[in-house]
């Protein structure tokens, strides 16, 4: 079984360009979330799909970040324009049901 | 709200030495509680979990933790660490709606062959 994938696995922006990652869940999984690790600091929630819905969002930091998850599979994040505090991972994890998440292997963004 | 303090950040062992990786969290919630794993190279991945039942969880690769409530922790043991044991360790505590881990801040181990 395919894990989760994410693309791309690096991306190295200006500050103010667009950058846009996705993430490809384990099939089957209706659960979709989003995670990102700021240099130094904890990995932070920032959203949870379930199918194509928006569950939770409490977590992004602003709206400068746009998540979507068309068709219920992948998602993708984009964040528009890009400032510098963004640098960091970016995880993906998808579950079944509410319970263990499985990881993807993260997006690491460089803003310069 | 909820959070996870990780007292090491970062931890430096010879082979077939002893572990224990600290955590302590506040949640005034039902308890679900994780150690992930991130070894160099890749992702995250599960090594153990407590939702109910017998604190002791044993997990993969001899790992183990306990979960004490009346000190809020969940450490993380292994008897006897080995080199392939080199990565960050993060311990996690999920929210009652089941969809948000909360992370510590991690901790580096090393494991000097």
């Known amino acids: 079984e395919a894990g989760v994938t994410q693309f791309p696995s690096h991306s190295v922006i200006e500050k103010g360009q667009t950058v846009t990652l996705r993430c490809d869940p384990i099939s089957g999984h209706d659960n979709l979330y989003w995670y990102r690790r700021v240099m130094g600091k904890e990995i932070k929630f920032l959203l949870h799909f379930v199918k194509e819905s928006k569950q939770d969002e409490s977590g992004m930091p602003n709206n400068r970040f746009l998540a979507e998850r068309t068709g219920g599979t992948y998602s993708t994040l984009k964040v528009q324009p890009a400032e510098l505090e963004d640098s960091g991972v970016y995880f993906c994890a998808s579950s079944q049901a509410r319970g263990e998440q499985f990881f993807g292997p993260g997006t690491r963004l460089t803003v310069l | 709200a909820q959070s996870v303090s990780q007292h090491n950040h970062h931890v430096i062992l010879s082979e077939a030495a002893s572990l224990e990786l600290g955590c302590n969290y506040s949640y005034g919630g039902t308890v679900n509680l994780f150690w992930y794993v991130q070894y160099p190279g890749q992702h995250l991945q599960l090594l153990l979990k407590y939702f109910s039942g017998d604190p002791l969880v044993k997990g993969i690769k001899g790992f183990e933790a306990e979960f004490i409530k009346s000190k809020f922790s969940f450490n993380l043991r292994k008897p006897s660490v080995q080199w392939s044991d080199t990565a960050e360790y993060f311990c996690?505590?999920?929210?009652?709606?089941?969809?948000?881990?909360?992370f510590g801040g991690g901790t580096r181990l090393m494991v000097k062959p």
């Open positions: 996690a505590v999920m929210n009652n709606a089941g969809n948000m881990l909360t």
